[in-house]
C-alpha cells in the first residue's frame, strides 16, 4: 500500500490508474502544473481548478483511488505577473472544494524577479487561508539557487510554519539545508533529470525518514506513475525493514497532508472494470 | 548537519552492495566512455560549457572522496544567488553555463 502525493493525472491515461491500483496506490494528490504550453487567458484556469476538483477526483474513486488537489499557478507559467495576478484570484473561489489541501506546486522555475513576485503572492493566500504549500524547485543546474531562494521567501512569511510547508524534488544538494531549516521534503522520481528510486533510497539512508517522502510527479512528459512501489522494492531489495518503507511511501505523507484536515487514505471500493479484467 | 548525520546506513554489507549494483553500473560507465567517444568522433572543435563540466564532474568521481553525488550536482548548479531580471526559457540545459555570469 501507498500513497503517491505528488501527480499529475490530468494528463495520465485510466491505464496508468489500473496499473497504480494494482501496485497498491490508496491515495494520490495533484498539484496544479503546466500544460504544456501557456494558456490564453486566465479562464482556462478556471476550467482546469474544475477538472483538479470535479472530474478528477470521480475517475481516481472508479479505481479505489483517493484524489487530492493544489492549487496555483505553476511557476513555469508566472513570468507575467498581471496574467498570474488574474489566476491567484480565481484560487479563493475553489478553497473550500472538498479535495483541496492547498497552495501548490508553487515556486521558481528560472529563478527571476517575476517569478518571486507570483511565489510571494501565492504565499501571501496561504498565509492568509492557514493553509498547507506544496513547493516545486527549479530543475537541473536552477535548483540549488532556487531551492535557497524559495526558503529565504518563505522565511519572509513568519505566519507560514515550516512544518506545514513541503519542498519537492530534492536531490543530494538541497536535501540536507531543507531538512535544516524545518521543512518537509519530497524526493521525486523521475527518469534522467530528478532521483532514480536508487538515488531516493541512498538519501533516506544518508539523511534518515523524519520529515520526507517520494512522489513520482507523473506528467505529460517522459515519467512513471508507478515509480514509488518501484523505489519500495528497492528499499526491500537493499533489506530495509518493511516499517521503514511504509513509513516514507505512507505514513509520512499521511501525517503531513492530514494537516490540512481534507487528507484521507482510506480505503475505497474500486468500481471500474478493467481493474481486474 | 551532515549527510549520514540522521540516517540509518544501508543493511548491505560492501560485499552485497558490489554484487548487488556493479554489473548495471558497469553498463553505466560503459555508455559514458562511449559518448565521450561518440563526442570526439564528431569532429574537433570547442567543447561547450556543458561538456567543459561534464568532464570536471568525470574528474570528481575518481578523486576518492565521498559525497560524490553532492559535488556533482554543485559542479552542474548556477553559484550566483541574486534572481535574474527575466526567465527568458522556461527549460533548463543540465549545467551551468559560466557565459551567463555567477561563475
Redesign the interface.
Known sequence: MYIDPHVHMVSRTTDDYVRMARAGCVAITEPAFWAGYDRSSPKGFFDYFRQLTESEPRRAAQYGIRHHAWLCINPKEAEDPVFAREVIGLIPGFLERENVLGIGEIGLNKNSRNELEILEAHLQLASDHGLLVLVHTPHLEDKLKGTRLIMDAIRRFPTLDPGRVLIDHVEEHTVGNVLDRGFWCGMTLYPDTKCTPQRAVDIIECWGSERIWMNSAGDWGHSDPVAVPKAQMEMRRRGHLESLVRRVTFENPERFLSQSGRFSAQPLRPTAPDVTR | ????????????TRAQVVD??FMEHRARLLDVAAFLDRVDRAGAGDDDFRMCAFHAAVSILGDGRP?R??RV??L??????E??????????????DPAKGGG
Request: proline fraction near 8%.
Open positions: 548537519m551532515a549527510a549520514g548525520a540522521n540516517g540509518g546506513g544501508t543493511p548491505m548487488a549494483y559525497d553525488a553532492r550536482l554543485e552542474l548548479s548556477d553559484p550566483s544567488s534572481p535574474v531580471a527575466r526567465a527568458g526559457m522556461k527549460g533548463a540545459t543540465g549545467a551551468h
